[in-house]
């Protein structure tokens, strides 16, 4: 039986039925134009937003192509008339206010036009319009269906008249067939910093912002700093943080690495992910968080919001720019982690540190902290240098408060790219006569069999052993109790963010528990 979501029209009548792409025939059909053929093709959203991967045989490079459904001059006339009257009508009244679905309210109100213009389109006119109208009002206007397609990394729009290009996880980069004018283009900058809680104009024309759903978004509005006019990136992260069974799956991180994590952050060890643009630092914090042990009070600093914890005892701090007319209304990362500082937290998650908040930072590890964070930088010698040298200026004799170095990197296996922890090393000391750092080498990876290699010696784990009175068996019982539990949680299928981290706190609360159940975890969810 279908059922009418939407509730009743003004005149009592019965709203017709919502679209069902299971029953009801596709709104949109492929298309291939001359001189392409198909490489692929996808559901962004079932019967109404189609992705077609199309080689352009001319060039032969694949293009992006989001097909959304047609409209015939008449829909697309109704569809402005409706456009402008219910930016009108739609204000909500209390009882729109209690219903938290606000795709109804939208809906039921669409509904009471069309009965006050007298006119029926047909359930197919109806559907095509309907998409368009929750694609202006609840979704993301042109680029709705790039923000809900899951492949999508990076959207990035270089100004008018340009075509959008994707970062595509089975593609990569790639050209679409959307293209805005000047605008479309603005009106769209606009309601992206609005969304945001952010404002743009020609006097502050650059926003770094963080999207309600927790994309990136950088943006630079007009022709004042871009000479091709609004330009935007926006960074797409997954509503669920990336976990450690997940990385073990992509083969960023072998079991052995994150054991090697797993014991290190149990023991407040501080780790620094290093990498270059788009390496995964920030999914491998993430990922690793989930090893924090529970109850443990936790305080995340950021510029915009990366970072996503299923920890109770968590403090999110989020930098503040300053407000026009308001002096010293800024709050810098650097103000945020002084403030952290007095609230006795046990673990310190930065996000990125790109200035003084650094010998803060460094700081609070010598005093104790346990600290997370990530560096832009090639390799571990040019991150100590970045280090070192303005405008971070960290003294080198604080620098060997730092633990562990995982380097990560986004490389080329075959034909895809793929993201590879490159080393992780442990900084050992301070030489005392030539003043340089020493570190410790603890995993390498090899590039032809694509698998880290323990090089059997880290001081992290002697440190353990000698903090924790184990001898060498007991620390290898530990390191494969947690192999176990990892390989177990990939086996049995549980990556999901809010699992697993159930599961790791379970295990630190009664690991026997845990370890009698490694034939089958799902038993232990709830």
């Not at 996880?169 to 000047?182: A, D, G, M, Q, W």
Request: aromatic fraction near 8%.
């Amino acid at each position: 039986m279908r059922i009418f979501p939407f509730g009743k029209r003004s005149d009592g009548a019965d709203v017709p039925p919502p679209y069902d792409p299971k029953t009801d025939p596709p709104l949109v059909e492929e298309v291939v134009p001359n001189d392409y053929t198909l490489l692929d093709r996808y559901w962004v959203e079932e019967g109404r937003s189609l992705v077609c991967i199309l080689r352009d045989t001319r060039t032969g490079q694949p293009e992006y192509h989001l097909l959304e459904p047609p409209l015939t001059s008449f829909e697309h006339e109704l569809l402005e008339r409706l456009h402008e009257d219910l930016r009108d009508v739609l204000v909500l009244s209390d009882e729109d206010l209690r219903e938290a679905d606000r795709r109804q309210v939208l809906l039921r109100r669409t509904d009471d036009l069309l009965q006050e213009y007298g006119l029926d389109p047909g359930p197919e006119t109806r559907w095509r319009i309907e998409y368009y109208l929750l694609r202006t009002f609840l979704g993301w206007s042109r680029i709705d269906g790039l923000m809900k397609d899951e492949e999508i990394e990076d959207i990035s729009c270089d100004g008018t008249g340009v075509p959008l290009f994707l970062y595509h996880r089975r593609y990569r980069n790639i050209r679409t067939n959307l293209v805005f004018s000047e605008n479309e283009l603005d009106s769209l900058a606009i309601a992206l910093a609005q969304r945001s809680g952010k404002h743009v104009s020609i006097g502050s024309p650059v926003v770094d912002a963080t999207l309600p759903e927790g994309s990136r978004l950088q943006l630079t509005f007009g022709r004042e700093v871009s000479a091709r006019g609004t330009s935007f990136t926006i960074r797409k992260f997954r509503p669920e943080p990336f976990t450690p069974v997940e990385l073990l799956a992509l083969g960023t991180f072998s079991a052995e690495e994150l054991s090697y994590f797993w014991l290190a952050i149990e023991n407040n060890k501080s780790l620094l992910f290093i990498g270059g643009t788009a390496s995964g630092k920030t999914t491998s914090l993430n990922a690793v968080s989930h090893f924090i042990p529970p109850l443990a009070k936790v305080v995340s600093i950021e510029d915009t919001r990366e970072i996503t914890l299923y920890h109770e005892n968590w403090v999110a701090s989020v930098t503040r720019d300053t407000v026009a007319g308001e002096e010293g209304s800024g709050i810098s990362m650097f103000d945020l982690l002084k403030a952290a500082m007095r609230q006795r937290p046990e673990y310190i998650l930065v996000g990125e540190v790109r200035g003084r908040e650094a010998q803060t930072l460094f700081q609070a590890m010598n005093t104790g902290h346990t600290t997370f964070s990530t560096l832009h930088a090639g390799s571990i010698d040019a991150a100590i240098h970045r280090l070192e040298n303005e405008p971070l200026e960290v003294p080198r004799s604080t620098i060997q408060a730092l633990d562990i170095a995982s380097l990560q990197a986004l490389i080329h296996r075959g034909t895809e790219r793929v993201r590879r922890c490159q080393e992780i090393v442990e900084i050992a000391a301070v030489d005392p006569g030539t003043g340089n750092l020493q570190v410790n080498t603890v995993f390498e990876y090899d590039p032809v069999q694509d698998r880290m290699r323990y090089t059997g010696r880290s001081l992290v784990y002697a440190r353990i052993m000698e903090a924790r009175g184990w001898t060498r068996d007991r620390l290898e019982e530990e390191i494969r109790v947690r192999v176990s539990v990892l390989e177990a949680l990939a086996a049995a299928g549980i990556a999901e963010s809010r699992a697993v981290s159930q599961i790791l706190h379970a295990f630190a609360i009664d690991r026997e528990q845990v370890t009698g159940h490694l034939d089958d975890l799902s038993g232990l969810l709830p």
